[in-house]
């Protein structure tokens, strides 16, 4: 059973950054997909960014790609989630998400998710 805790979040300015991490317990991450995603307030949950650690993959949502960078620690179970330039629209609850074997961009089929870490921005 993989558990997932996420941190670093907080409040942010237009333009600044943020990095997200997710650490991982209780199994082996690198056999998942590991992902981030998030819900702003009446809104749906969107995917952010996922990666397949051991085959090095990463695919970024439009909204973020060229502004956010997803990455592993293998050694630390953990990955992390770096956002530049952030946005107000970037404001929501990240949530860190796992799902065996190979990616989806459904995110109904991820089994584990995280309780999430607050991202503020403002303008």
């Known amino acids: 059973q993989l558990q997932l805790v996420e941190s670093g979040g907080g409040s942010a300015q237009t333009g600044g950054s943020l990095r997200l991490t997710c650490e991982a317990s209780?199994?082996?991450?690198?056999?998942?997909?590991m992902a981030w995603a998030r819900q702003a307030p009446g809104k749906k949950r969107e995917g952010v960014a996922k990666?397949?650690?051991?085959?090095?993959?990463?695919v970024y949502g439009n909204a973020v790609q060229g502004r956010f960078i997803i990455s592993h620690d293998s050694a630390k179970n953990a990955i992390y989630l770096q956002m530049n330039n952030l946005k107000p629209e970037d404001t929501a609850m990240y949530y860190c998400?796992?799902?065996?074997?190979?990616?989806?961009?459904?995110?109904?089929?991820?089994?584990?998710w995280g309780q999430g870490t607050q991202v503020t921005v403002g303008s």
């Open positions: 998400a796992a799902k065996r074997e190979y990616c989806s961009s459904n995110y109904s089929t991820y089994e584990y």
């Open positions: 990666i397949y650690p051991i085959a090095s993959y990463t």
């Open positions: 209780g199994d082996t991450f690198s056999r998942y997909c």
